[in-house]
């Protein structure tokens, strides 16, 4: 168990509000992504974090920011949820980009209405 | 960058039957790969992973080696349980670029 906790597991919203998800971690990993997945899609990444205030795009960044003011902190918002934005969302920590070996959080399914 | 493609799924199997899930990947450099699975409701795992051209990564009875020559790094497991249904997820990473990229994902189904 790689000590990864995503709040919240399951949120409803509706078009247009903001939404925050938060990926916590007790182990110290110094990179921290997120993922969305989708039917047909497989994973696709949205953001990472090499560091504290140091962070990324990934190939599905727009609509998404994050920010990473601690370490064991990874959030993902959304400004203005879209039915688009509707997806289940991993949050995943890692050593680096190129050892690929990460540690997958449960998951936050997120649904826009 | 890098890409990866798998079989489409779902695919569907009876106890002890021979499984091979086959992905193959784009990239320039020299990527590492990776299979994930990932099991009802929950995250992701690593399942195994190979670093170089002709290496093996085995884990829990499942295989897969990296072929070079082949841009492949098919997922075989010789006789396959009911617990190994789950979503399998070819990935790359390193190479010239270093972002894990996964494939779609293919869904087994193992009846008893």
């Known amino acids: 168990d790689a000590g990864i906790t995503q709040s919240p597991r399951h949120k409803v919203t509706e078009t247009g509000t903001p939404v925050t998800l938060r990926c916590h971690q007790t182990e110290n990993h110094r990179y921290m992504y997120w993922y969305r997945q989708d039917p047909g899609h497989g994973l696709r990444l949205i953001h990472y974090s090499y560091g504290v205030k140091d962070t990324d795009k990934g190939e599905v960044s727009d609509g998404y920011s994050v920010s990473r003011s601690k370490t064991e902190d990874f959030l993902l918002t959304l400004e203005s949820a879209t039915s688009s934005q509707t997806s289940v969302y991993f949050c995943a920590l890692g050593e680096g980009l190129d050892t690929g070996e990460l540690f997958f959080g449960e998951g936050s399914r997120l649904t826009v209405l | 960058g890098n890409s990866v493609t798998q079989m489409e799924g779902p695919v569907t199997l009876s106890e002890e039957a021979f499984l091979t899930i086959n992905c193959t990947y784009t990239?320039?450099?020299?990527?590492?790969l990776f299979w994930y699975v990932q099991y009802p409701g929950e995250g992701l795992q690593l399942l195994l992973k190979a670093t170089k051209a002709d290496d093996k990564g085995s884990n829990k009875g499942f295989e897969a080696t990296y072929r070079k020559e082949t841009t492949s790094f098919h997922l075989e497991k010789g006789s396959v349980q009911v617990s190994d249904s789950a979503v399998y997820f070819c990935a790359t990473s390193g190479g010239s670029n270093y972002k894990l990229t996964f494939g779609k994902g293919t869904l087994l189904t193992v009846n008893p």
């Open positions: 990239a320039t450099g020299y990527p590492s």
